[in-house]
């Protein structure tokens, strides 16, 4: 393992902290931006501002060519910035999708007149896109879609149904994978018939339906396309050649979980902090400062952890179990600190937010169930687990 950064990475690392310590304290004193009542609603429009302030500083989209506005980052510059952002604090950007995801692919599969089109939007948060991946009967398993889309002249007719897809009723654009060759599941090549379609949300045929999470948010949407046209000329990439438009950029995820080491250990700390202000006796009692211990050391365990995958892609060697292991150490921590807050905040942690005397705005009791999808988003535990004993044991399949 070699933990040393290059000069280079070292310059981008300190650019980015004096970027941030101009940047984000001024936009953090600005507070809250418009007078939207729903809170959903307002964290967008902040998220809107501050892509859109990074994007100015061309640090919002790090990945793509500098002549988009990014900066070629390396993969050691990748996880430099997933560190300091979230040692910063930086609030979330407003297009996730479309700058660490759908952008890519359309750097990489779109034509000129695509690129042209749709990528100035994405950049500067002017429009809001989606990722329509998953349908109900397609999640772990996403080969399985089978949302159509039958070419008629210089359109496709979408008929199908999209579940889970984040933010779907506030983006002007979504990137779907459809089901162009229905054959393909039959033919036992699933993955061969499906292709990768841009759709304005806007269009008649389309019927988004908000649904209320565990947390009482209403960010998830289902997606219902009832034949709806989509111009053939919104296509990514060749037909039935979605598979490879979708997976072939997914790369940066490789450290994604890098920064969430260290936002980890800033949630630890913050709740010690709130537990000496609202609940002192809890820092005396053994069975919580042991958990408090345990939490802490895996927390090491998951920086070295990440600090591992990075030094083994950095060699060109495969960046597995530690890419799988680290994710399935971010949601079993993500999860246990969440419970320890609750435990330690004893019955103020029951208290929700928006209440008077909510601690931390309830920030605490929020977490407790918002930290169940780490066991869900970006590969459910079993399928990571699957992995592991497949790639790295080894273990022999029955
Ligand atoms: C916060 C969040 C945001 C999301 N945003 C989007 C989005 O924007 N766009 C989008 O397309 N999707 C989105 N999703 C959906 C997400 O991709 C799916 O939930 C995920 O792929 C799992 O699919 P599923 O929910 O259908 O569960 P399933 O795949 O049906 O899994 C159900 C259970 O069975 C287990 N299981 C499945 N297969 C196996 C197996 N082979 N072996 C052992 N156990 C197995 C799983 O681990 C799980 O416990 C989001 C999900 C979350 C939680």
Not at 190 to 202: N, P, T, W
Not at 240 to 261: D, I
Request: hydrophobic share 40%; with cysteine.
């Amino acid at each position: 393992m070699d933990f040393s950064f290059t000069p280079e990475d070292e310059a981008f690392r300190e650019e980015l902290k004096a970027w941030l310590a101009v940047h984000l304290p001024e936009f953090n004193a600005e507070g809250e931006i418009g007078d939207e009542h729903d809170p959903d609603r307002r964290t967008m429009l902040r998220r809107q501002a501050w892509q859109r302030r990074m994007h100015e500083g061309h640090w919002a989209a790090i990945n793509w060519p500098r002549a988009w506005g990014g900066r070629e980052a390396t993969v050691s510059q990748n996880a430099i910035y997933a560190e300091e952002m979230a040692r910063a604090k930086s609030p979330g950007i407003y297009n996730t999708n479309g700058i660490w995801q759908i952008g890519p692919m359309i750097l990489r599969w779109g034509t000129e007149e695509q690129q042209q089109r749709w990528l100035p939007g994405i950049l500067d948060a002017s429009e809001h896109w989606c990722q329509g991946f998953t349908e109900p009967e397609a999640g772990s398993d996403l080969g399985n879609l089978r949302t159509t889309a039958v070419r008629d002249g210089e359109e496709y007719v979408v008929k199908g149904r999209k579940i889970w897809i984040s933010t779907a009723h506030l983006a002007k654009w979504g990137l779907f994978l459809v089901r162009t060759d229905p054959t393909s599941i039959e033919r036992g090549a699933k993955h061969d018939g499906i292709s990768a379609l841009i759709v304005d949300m806007e269009l008649p045929g389309i019927e988004v339906q908000v649904i209320r999470d565990i947390t009482g948010g209403e960010l998830f949407c289902e997606v219902v396309f009832d034949d709806a046209r989509v111009p053939a000329s919104y296509r990514l990439g060749e037909e039935n050649q979605g598979w490879q438009v979708a997976m072939g950029t997914l790369g940066h995820e490789r450290v994604g979980t890098a920064g969430l080491s260290v936002s980890m250990r800033i949630e630890l700390d913050n709740l010690i902090a709130t537990a000496r202000r609202h609940s002192p006796e809890a820092l005396e009692d053994p069975g919580l400062r042991d958990r408090v211990a345990r939490v802490w050391t895996q927390l090491e365990l998951t920086r070295l952890l990440n600090a591992r995958a990075l030094s083994k892609i950095l060699k060109g060697q495969p960046n597995w179990p530690e890419v799988p292991l680290a994710k399935l150490q971010w949601s079993f921590l993500s999860q246990t600190i969440a419970e320890l807050g609750v435990d330690m905040l004893g019955p103020l942690g029951a208290l929700a937010k928006g209440g008077p005397d909510a601690v931390d705005k309830g920030h605490w009791t929020h977490n407790y169930v918002w930290q169940r999808y780490t066991s869900i988003g970006a590969g459910t535990t079993e399928v990571q687990k699957n992995i592991i004993a497949d790639r790295a044991i080894k273990m022999p399949r029955r």
